[in-house]
């Protein structure tokens, strides 16, 4: 069980980690950081001697990739501008860190996935099997978004969430995020009133308030908001997600002095397929239900064609889609049974009318429980 931040190197309750490095850390001025870099490794091989595995998940390909490229805003001044840069970029990162990691006789294995690649199912159990593969072989695997074909509607476009969905494909039990912020702070870090929040447990809304929605630094993309998404993702897979402010040398060596830091601990473990379909990012549609429907929602039920009061969006059975209440608030999301044009056509209907709009014998539910999160 983890217990606190320095329990994240630890590997007995953390027997595989996923470290995530932003942008903000690794590039300064275009160029790499490669000193703070070359501490960092050495930070992770230890950790790695003391018989933990390790999983990078990098950013800074964009930001790379723009010096060289001469682009303007750090390569994100438009999606063909971050495309450009990242494939020009990611070339670079991975020499850099290929070339690190030779020097502690750790062989770095490259691993670039999009969005959709980790939201099917199918492919999302390949790549945990490559990730698994890659472990046992004794690689570390450093992975990004490949952000150079990934387009504005499906993609992550942050690593945080990336690391979250990461942990839990490789079935890791810790996510620590080195960031240019300390951590979570129960208002903008700016004010001098602010206080760093040591320990989360559960992402409620109240936490969620706490979050501003930019990037410190403004050379990556994630900023708190992303960062708390991260932690839901990550809790709901039983994963512990630390964030730490990795600026210094040897930012691994520092946590296990200070244990300066938040961490989330996971308050509820799913099944691995539930985590996986709640970490689902890209909804294809929503559907809106009454309160009855919403209170039967909470205790468990599954969602039938009676509490429908609005079918959202254009969608295929089996899609993803978003369930909301009479208020418009989420209240989950789960794979739907039926196309929208045939749950518009029993839209509050009862099971024995609704026959007559389908023209077959209704299913059980519009989703059954099993495949719905809440
Ligand atoms: N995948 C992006 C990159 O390598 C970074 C995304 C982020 O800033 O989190 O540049």
Redesign the pocket.
């Known amino acids: 069980m983890v217990a606190d931040l320095a329990a994240l190197l630890d590997p007995v309750s953390t027997r595989r980690l996923i470290v995530k490095v932003?942008?903000a850390l690794l590039v300064e001025g275009g160029a790499p950081r490669v000193e703070w870099l070359a501490s960092l490794i050495a930070d992770l091989a230890e950790v790695r001697a003391k018989g933990s595995e390790v999983i990078i998940v990098?950013?800074?390909?964009?930001?790379l990739g723009a010096a060289r490229l001469g682009l303007p805003r750090g390569g994100r001044a438009s999606l063909a501008d971050a495309q450009a840069a990242?494939s020009v970029?990611?070339v670079v990162?991975a020499q850099l860190w290929a070339g690190a990691l030779e020097r502690h006789d750790i062989t770095a294995a490259q691993m670039l996935v999009t969005l959709s690649d980790l939201e099917d199912r199918r492919r999302y159990l390949n790549a945990s099997a490559t990730l698994e593969r890659l472990i046992a072989a004794g690689a570390v695997p450093v992975v990004?978004?490949n952000?150079s074909v990934a387009t504005e509607e499906i993609r992550?476009?942050?690593?945080?969430r990336?690391a979250a969905r990461v942990a839990q494909a490789a079935n890791a039990s810790g996510v620590l995020l080195l960031s240019d912020v300390a951590g979570l702070y129960d208002r903008d870090p700016a004010d001098p009133d602010a206080r760093l929040i040591e320990r989360v447990e559960g992402v409620t809304p109240d936490i969620l308030a706490m979050a501003g929605d930019s990037?410190g630094s403004g050379?990556?993309?994630?900023g708190m908001r992303?960062k708390l998404q991260a932690a839901q993702i990550a809790e709901r897979a039983g994963v512990t997600l630390g964030i730490i402010d990795g600026r210094g040398d040897h930012p691994l060596g520092r946590l296990l002095k200070t244990g300066v830091g938040t961490v989330f601990l996971p308050v509820r473990q799913e099944t691995a397929r539930k985590a996986w379909l709640g970490g689902r990012l890209a909804p294809q549609g929503a559907l809106c239900v009454d309160a009855g429907c919403a209170a039967a929602l909470a205790g468990g039920a599954s969602l039938l064609a009676a509490g429908l009061t609005d079918v959202k969006g254009d969608f295929q059975r089996g899609a993803l889609v978003s369930v909301h209440g009479p208020d418009g608030e989420r209240l989950g999301q789960g794979l739907v049974e039926y196309s929208a044009q045939e749950c518009r056509a029993i839209q509050g209907k009862r099971e024995g009318e609704q026959e007559a709009q389908l023209g077959y014998a209704p299913r059980a539910a519009v989703i059954h429980r099993d495949h719905m999160v809440q």
């Open positions: 932003g942008s990098s950013s800074g390909a964009i930001a990242a970029g990611q990162l990004n978004e952000d992550f476009g942050d690593n945080d990336l990037s050379l990556g993309s994630g992303a």
